[in-house]
């Protein structure tokens, strides 16, 4: 099937785009050398590689993943083309709480994912409900979210310059800057979004289910109210973890599943594998040359992902006569 084709192709493409980016920068290897240095772990500079580099590698495939992964269930909860976790407020609220709870209890940093998760869903509940009259409206929700959106990112600000703990943390949340992660941070956001991203697969059908009307699920025996609760939950613990750890992405949960659409359809059983996949390699690249353009100056990743998602969101408002098709 050609949805197998393309999902083969991007992970392909990702593959390529890792050794690249763990060969490439300030301190450059051969393929081969990183390869048999990974090894025999005796090259002291694929092992400076594998520490400095390897880390934000997997951390930007992760959270990629997670993002993208995201905006396809929160579009599928909401009904919404626009629905995406960075412009309804999940992100900003995410971000806000674990650098309020890392400010307030500095102690507590490693369990900042866990406060994450709770801003994010209180974000998401917040939108959900003041935008709820009689049913779901794209419109209201959209507008919610924006404002909710401001909102914690206006905290997020007064955080920033109160200085102390929190001025490094929120710079590093709010400029998404991969750089210095540590191999601790790779293993919280492998263990929180590979379980969000299982459980996202095997609700595929539910997300498929969605895509009717209420009636028309209910008479197929579908708890519809039980389903999008659920599938709010993942997609508000993967936005949340992702952006605790590697930072504030805006437009990835937009762009990617809109393209992903484009290429696979509308059937979540593919949409979902193959929109981690490209949403992996959109970060990772974004970061990659995010460290190589100016080196050794580096421009933080979600610039470069702002630069492709903001002109893409205008040429989506520009045609919105194709989202009577979503």
Not at 18 to 39: E, K, N, R
Not at 100 to 121: E, K, N, Q, S
């Amino acid at each position: 099937m050609k949805q197998w084709f393309w999902i083969m192709s991007v992970t392909i493409l990702l593959l390529l785009t890792i050794i690249m980016s763990a060969t490439t920068g300030t301190l450059a290897v051969t393929p081969i050398s990183f390869i048999q240095g990974l090894w025999s772990g005796h090259d002291p500079h694929v092992e400076i590689v594998k520490d400095l580099r390897l880390p934000r590698i997997v951390i930007a495939i992760f959270a990629g993943a997670a993002l993208a992964v995201s905006g396809i269930l929160l579009q599928a909860v909401m009904r919404n083309p626009l629905a995406e976790p960075g412009i309804i407020g999940v992100s900003a609220g995410a971000s806000f709480t674990a650098v309020a709870a890392i400010t307030l209890w500095p102690t507590l940093f490693f369990y900042m994912p866990f406060f994450a998760i709770l801003g994010g869903a209180f974000a998401f509940y917040l939108v959900y409900r003041l935008s709820w009259s009689s049913g779901l409206d794209p419109l209201r929700m959209i507008l919610i979210g924006v404002a909710i959106n401001a909102v914690f990112t206006s905290l997020g600000q007064v955080l920033h310059f109160s200085g102390g703990i929190s001025l490094s943390a929120t710079s590093d949340v709010a400029m998404s800057q991969l750089a210095m992660r540590q191999w601790s941070d790779v293993r919280i956001i492998v263990m929180y979004v590979t379980l969000g991203l299982i459980a996202a697969f095997s609700l595929f059908r539910g997300c498929n289910h969605l895509s009717l009307s209420d009636a028309t699920a209910h008479s197929l025996g579908v708890p519809v109210q039980r389903l999008r609760l659920v599938i709010s939950a993942i997609a508000v613990l993967l936005a949340s973890v992702a952006t605790a750890v590697a930072g504030m992405f805006l437009f990835v949960g937009l762009l990617i599943p809109h393209i992903s659409r484009r290429i696979v359809g509308t059937n979540h059983r593919y949409l979902i594998p193959f929109s981690a996949l490209l949403g992996a390699w959109l970060i990772l690249l974004s970061d990659t040359l995010g460290r190589t353009l100016i080196a050794p100056q580096e421009i933080p990743a979600s610039v470069i992902v702002a630069l492709i998602g903001g002109p893409f969101l205008i040429m989506l408002l520009r045609r919105e006569r194709h989202f009577a098709r979503f």
